[in-house]
């Protein structure tokens, strides 16, 4: 990595199911120029910005970055507009600092988001692809397999995803832009709620949001100026792989096992359970943090729900994840990979509040997408790589 | 920056594909990668260009991987964009060092659909989009302008569209070509006034894949080395009232960047599937009247939306490793009424 980058600015909009408050421009702007405040800079500092979110058909408009060019600033400059599935808020990032690493770009605004509420992401997500029987389920009716197959080997007991999901829900509580806060939310109600996709509850499952989230990076200098610490990168990668195929384990990854082993190498890091201090992944269903901890090297194999259920994970635990209250409080789906970047990255500049980790110097960013097959990380440090 | 050279390229056009988006992606894929020399498993790093809205249904990207390739798992992203801005991406991260080659690829299947129509929904969707104002009318607009600031005429434009088919006789992937008489043209009746059939792109589905490589082993897979010496893109704002549409601002300031001007180019391959687009994007990157524009025939003969941007760079491409030329400029053009640019200057050794 020749040039390091820093974020030196972070935006995230309120999350909410309707914002019919604002249009698609004012959402975006609202995060983006939160983000430029943060860093104490305008539109015009920017030399490049990157974009992304979900699918198009969410809000029925083609190419919306096109129509958003002048309302974020782009105009004159570079817009790119990334669209990996359901991790592209944080490849979308990754593109971003790729251009701040290889010396092109000096400061980059980078922005996910979704705005749900403008068509049907229920639909948006049931894809009918050609000689195949249409799973008109979104996304829960296609994950709910998967989870069944990590509980039969794995053993994990069967409140496994409710303890998570309380853990999110109370986590949420603290953080003011979270969509979803449930004040009186114990495990009763969770256990409770409908089961929409056998074992995935209703309150195990992740909302519809509308939503924006925005970071500025600057090269070294710049980030060594910002008005507040930055949260420097120390290792990005990506990851693929192909949806169906015979030799394939969609409960465990290898895209996902690859990524982690190559971020974990960049970053230097021997230990991760030890030496990262707090993970922001992408959690949609309950069950996926016991599932990312084993994919993610924090976990031996078939130990991850251990960790839920011994409180490591848990805000006071020994590795907190999802401070933030996770996409199972806020999912506006584009945005909702960046928006774990963007706590981690707020963990390691003291800027979490109310669910700030103590001491936390090095932080993990995760995002997935796809049938559990495209797969964006970051490591964020306080100190330089 | 580090020397980035263009190895290989292969596309495929034809109108009306009967196949699926794997099926015709998956051979020129093929063809790609073996022209490039390498095995498929070495190219370190893919990024692909596509639209959800042509194929109708999310993630169209998400299958065609299934037909690339991506076992063991692949360094891979994916941009809503032409494969063009894709290619960028691939720049990119050769540039920060991490890899050393990438396959780019891009389709679009636009035949199931009204094109014209399937486009209105870039537009503005709170205020416009709802009076879906097709393409070819929005084009219009913009041809209707240019012709009255610039003092060109619409025999002008019909004799793009005539150069154009002519040169695309040479071409085994353009769609529309032969001779066509100017007056005959002339004759026939306006599509969107002041433009006619010959002056909007004839549309095709198809696939386009390129493989890059930094410059030790671009040297070692080359007859010929064709470097990409700048490659830059640039967007201007969107409503159709607020710019002014005879110019294109991001196009003039992406040749800046791009290092048009620095150097005498021997013919241009321009995304500009409206005949008036070529003369606004001449006079945008400052080429001589008298410079080759399009010598495949270019977007206006065979168009394959999210393809077409990185079709022109790769058939400016191809002409240089043939000898035919040392320098050129290759573009790709995105949104409506030439939005978004991208210039990229290519150069044999």
């Known amino acids: ?385 | 920056m580090r020397n980035v050279g263009i190895v290989s390229f292969a596309q495929s056009n034809a109108r009306a594909e009967v196949r699926n988006e794997v099926e015709f992606l998956l051979p020129v894929v093929k063809e790609a990668v073996a022209r490039s020399g390498m095995e498929r498993t070495d190219i370190e790093f893919t990024c692909s260009g596509s639209s959800d809205f042509l194929q109708g249904q999310p993630f169209a990207f998400v299958l065609a991987l299934d037909g690339v390739g991506a076992w063991p798992p692949i360094k891979e992203s994916h941009v809503e964009m032409d494969g063009a801005f894709a290619l960028y991406e691939a720049w990119v991260k050769i540039q920060t060092g991490e890899v050393d080659s990438a396959i780019i690829y891009s389709f679009g299947k636009t035949s199931p659909g009204d094109l014209a129509e399937v486009v209105a929904l870039q537009l503005d969707p709170y205020c416009v989009t709802q009076l879906w104002p097709d393409a070819d009318s929005v084009a219009g607009i913009q041809a209707r302008l240019f012709l009255e600031r610039s003092g060109k005429s619409e025999r002008d434009l019909a004799e793009i569209a005539a150069r154009s088919r002519r040169d695309a006789q040479d071409n085994p992937h353009a769609v529309t070509k032969g001779d066509f008489d100017v007056e005959k043209l002339l004759a026939e009746p306006y599509r969107t006034s002041p433009l006619r059939d010959h002056d909007c792109p004839t549309n095709t589905d198809g696939a386009t894949v390129m493989v890059i490589a930094a410059e030790e082993k671009a040297r070692e897979l080359s007859k010929r080395p064709v470097w990409i010496r700048g490659i830059d893109h640039r967007i201007d704002p969107p409503a159709l009232g607020v710019r002014d549409l005879t110019s294109a601002p991001s196009a003039e300031l992406a040749a800046s960047k791009a290092g048009v001007g620095s150097d005498k180019v021997d013919f241009a391959e321009l995304d500009a599937p409206y005949t008036h687009q070529e003369l606004i994007l001449r006079e945008a990157l400052g080429l001589a009247d008298d410079l080759r524009v399009n010598p495949s025939g270019g977007s206006l003969c065979s168009r394959t939306l999210f393809s077409c941007g990185l079709n022109r760079i790769g058939d400016a491409f191809e002409r240089i490793a043939a000898g035919d030329g040392d320098r050129a400029v290759a573009h790709a053009t995105q949104g409506h009424c030439l939005q978004q640019n991208l210039v990229c200057v290519l150069e044999g050794e």
């Not at chain 1, 990157?50 to 817009?79: C, H, Q, R, S």
């Not at chain 1, 729900?305 to 209250?325: F, I, R």
């Open chain 1, 1 to 385: 990595m020749a040039n390091l980058c820093g974020v030196v600015g972070i935006g995230q909009t309120k999350y909410d199911a309707k914002r019919i408050d604002v249009s698609m421009p004012g959402l975006l702007r609202e995060a983006a120029l939160r983000a430029l405040e943060d860093a104490q800079l305008t539109f015009a500092d920017v030399d490049a910005v990157v974009i992304g979110k979900a699918p198009d058909m969410f809000e029925g408009v083609m190419l919306p970055e096109n129509y958003l060019a002048d309302a974020i600033g782009a105009t004159g400059k570079p817009l790119l507009r990334v669209h990996t599935a359901g991790s592209v808020g944080g490849s979308t990032a990754n593109v971003a600092m790729s251009l701040i690493h290889a010396g092109i770009h000096d400061r980059v605004l980078t922005i996910s988001w979704e705005k749900q509420s403008e068509s049907n992401a229920m639909w948006g997500l049931t894809l009918s692809p050609p000689f195949s029987v249409a799973v008109v389920a979104g996304a829960g009716g296609y994950f709910a397999p998967l989870i069944h197959a990590y509980i039969e080997r794995s053993g994990a007991p069967e409140d496994t995803g409710i303890r998570t999901a309380l853990k999110d829900r109370k986590n949420a509580l603290l953080n003011p832009y979270a969509h979803l806060k449930i004040p009186d939310i114990d495990f009763e109600q969770i256990a409770n709620s409908p089961m929409l996709w056998d074992p995935i509850r209703y309150l195990e499952s992740c909302p519809s949001s509308d939503g924006a989230c925005a970071m500025v990076l600057a090269k070294e200098d710049l980030a060594e100026q910002a008005p507040h610490a930055p949260a420097w990168v120390h290792a990005t990668a990506m990851r693929s792989e192909p949806n169906q195929f015979p030799g394939r384990d969609a409960v465990n990854p290898q895209a996902g096992r690859d990524a982690a082993r190559d971020l974990y190498k960049q970053a230097g890091i021997q230990n991760p359970r030890q030496e990262i201090d707090c993970a922001e992944i992408y959690v949609p269903f309950s069950w996926f943090e016991a599932m990312w901890m084993e994919n993610l090297g924090f976990a031996e194999e078939s130990q991850g729900w251990k960790m839920v259920y011994e409180g490591a994970t848990a805000l006071d635990g020994d590795l907190p994840v999802n401070m933030s209250g996770g996409v199972l409080s806020s999912n506006a789906i584009g945005a909702s990979g960046m928006i774990r970047y963007a706590e981690a990255a707020m963990q390691v500049r003291g800027q979490a509040g109310e669910h700030q980790v103590d001491g936390a110097r090095k932080t993990l960013g995760h995002a997935y997408g796809g049938g559990s097959q495209y797969f964006s990380m970051c490591i964020f440090g306080a100190d330089k790589p």
